[in-house]
């Protein structure tokens, strides 16, 4: 399990989740309706080809996992809580590189 970040992937795309012409409330009973989520995601042109901004991405250390078929709960947090500890400090110790020196990481 490797640690990785992309600086600048949010921004590469666009999303239209029905703010606008017929309202947020209109798709979201759609979407409540068929059962997932209807969005457009957009970029240049209108069409889902990625706006031209700088990515950077990093890698973390490797996080070592021991194989199992059937992990109990507590592994799988144990491993979650390494993960997110490692992503915090990867996101500390390059946002500087991107001009996010301003930015926090928020991971719920």
């Known amino acids: 399990l490797v640690p990785v970040y992309e600086f600048g992937n949010t921004h590469a795309l666009s999303m239209w989740a029905g703010e606008g012409i017929g309202g947020r409330g209109l798709l979201e009973r759609i979407s ?62 390059y946002k500087d590189l991107y001009g996010w020196s301003d930015t926090d990481l928020v991971i719920k």
């Open 32 to 93: 409540r309706k068929v059962g997932f989520a209807l969005i457009i995601i957009y970029g240049r042109f209108g069409l889902p080809i990625p706006y031209r901004v700088p990515i950077l991405g990093v890698m973390g250390k490797p996080i070592k996992c021991e194989k199992c078929d059937d992990p109990t709960s507590e592994q799988i947090f144990e491993i979650q809580a390494i993960l997110i500890k490692e992503m915090q400090e990867l996101f500390e110790r």
